[in-house]
Nanobody, 124 residues
């Protein structure tokens, strides 16, 4: 079983940047697609970005496309989310997730394991 631990969240002013990291344990990481999701207070969890098992394919939510970049380092068992030009509406708890499949998916119910989340707060 793969376990995930997110880090890198915090407080930033609008227009600033943050990079989230997700550290994975377990042997199957390099064969699993990974994703980032977020949940704001009072809202449902929503898709942010996803990356295929070798990093060749990425997909983004329209709301973050062009501002966020997902990447991975399979040798280090890390997944990153670089977030630029942050807006107050990006404020949420960000979750890293993995699925036991090679291909990407924007659907939360297709992910098999999750991290505990990291808070991102963007002030105006």
């Amino acid at each position: 079983q793969v376990q995930l631990v997110e880090s890198g969240g915090g407080w930033v002013q609008a227009g600033g940047s943050l990079r989230l990291s997700c550290a994975a344990s377990g042997r199957t990481f390099s064969s699993n697609a990974m994703g980032w999701f977020r949940q704001a207070p009072g809202k449902e969890r929503e898709f942010v970005a996803t990356i295929s098992h070798r990093g060749g394919t990425t997909r983004y939510a329209d709301s973050v496309n062009g501002r966020f970049t997902i990447s991975r380092d399979n040798a280090k068992k890390l997944v990153y989310l670089q977030m630029n030009s942050l807006k107050p509406e990006d404020t949420a708890v960000y979750y890293c997730a993995g699925r036991t499949a090679y291909n990407t998916s924007p659907k939360a119910d297709q992910y098999d394991y999750w991290g505990q989340g990291t808070q991102v707060t963007v002030s105006s």
